[in-house]
């Protein structure tokens, strides 16, 4: 176990990335930004939008006091646009119940909006150095390959979620838990994979389980975990899930806060092959966009008139 971490460890030392939330001394605030965005939002993309969201709000007090429609128009570029009204609240009960301070430990933290298990783990590990698991699929990934010898695919159940949780909690160095879990981010991103591990380059193969499953003939590896295909509709040909759709009415209400349209103008600005067919669908996902709180629809004539949540 503690081979494990320390081998980590010594290649994060030569191979870490530079992000912008991973200053000395850290900067608990920018950690939990972070996070944030990059729940399903890629690196590049969260780097680029980063340093604009610290420049616009640069306080858990100055978000917290931030109107929504504000949070909303920062947050274009990045997707799962709900993020940004859940990490609003987050700033607002850090103020409220904790001064302005954000808790250090899990189990304050998995009690405040928009926080689970893994962003609770990872704020407490890398912005206070915590010794507490922060388990993502990049995370599952490296330990189910390493330690079981197989990609981790259905769901886990309770009992393995704990017995992995307390796997990786022993692996944790002494004092390190901020460094190891990034390490262990940018060895799931840059070595161990999903797609195409570079097991060769590994310095873990003598002692990885999984590395005499490795293909080498095809430069690949068994078991590749397919993803759940997510709720959408036919997109020239193509299945697009819906959340790219809301995406789409969200950042086209970003362009025209409060001008008034018809589901058809929508339908045709979101959708490259829309038919009047869709209007439903079209509507449907206005009016969950509405029920999330991210904009808000009034009705006009025969007209959509759209805003922002403010
Ligand atoms: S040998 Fe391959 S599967 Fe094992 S930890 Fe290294 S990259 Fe991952």
């Known amino acids: 176990m503690i081979q494990f971490g320390n081998m980590i460890l010594q290649w994060y030392t030569k191979y870490k990335r530079d992000l912008p939330w991973r200053t000395k001394p850290i900067n608990p605030y920018g950690v939990v930004i972070s996070e944030f965005m990059l729940q399903q939002t890629q690196v590049p993309r969260v780097i680029e939008k980063f340093h604009e969201f610290m420049r616009l709000f640069p306080t858990i007090t100055d978000l917290a006091h931030a109107s929504k429609s504000d949070i909303i128009r920062a947050w274009s570029g990045l997707g799962y646009n709900r993020r940004a009204l859940l990490l609003h609240k987050f700033a607002q009960e850090v103020c409220e119940k904790y001064d302005g301070i954000i808790p250090q430990l899990s189990k304050e933290l998995i009690a405040l909006s928009g926080i689970g298990p893994y962003t609770a783990g ?24 390493y330690f079981h010898g197989r990609d981790q695919g259905a769901p ?24 190891f879990h990034n390490a262990l981010m940018d060895f799931g991103s840059l070595l161990c994979r999903r797609k195409k591990p570079l097991c060769p380059q590994c310095p873990l193969t003598k002692s990885c389980t999984f590395y005499p499953l ?6 690949n590896v068994l078991h590749i975990v397919k993803k759940k295909q997510e709720k959408g509709v036919i997109e020239n040909g193509k299945h697009v899930p ?19 349209f018809t589901i058809t103008t929508l339908g045709k600005v979101i959708k490259k092959d829309y038919s009047v067919k869709e209007r439903l669908w079209v509507m449907m996902l206005v009016q969950n966009l509405e029920r999330d709180g ?17």
């Open 122 to 145: 990872s704020i407490a590990s890398f912005a206070f150095n915590k010794s507490e698991p922060a388990i993502d699929v990049n995370v599952r990934r490296i330990y189910m390959r």
């Open 156 to 179: 886990m159940g309770k009992k393995q979620e704990k017995e992995l949780y307390d796997l990786v909690k022993k692996t944790i160095p002494n004092q390190k838990s901020c460094d």
């Open 214 to 219: 490795y293909d080498k003939k095809k430069d």
């Open 242 to 260: 819906n959340r790219i759709f809301r995406g789409r009415i969200v950042e086209f209400v970003r362009n025209n806060d409060g001008k008034a």
């Open 294 to 310: 991210l904009i808000h629809i009034t009705k006009k004539d025969a007209k959509l008139q759209l805003r922002l949540q403010n």
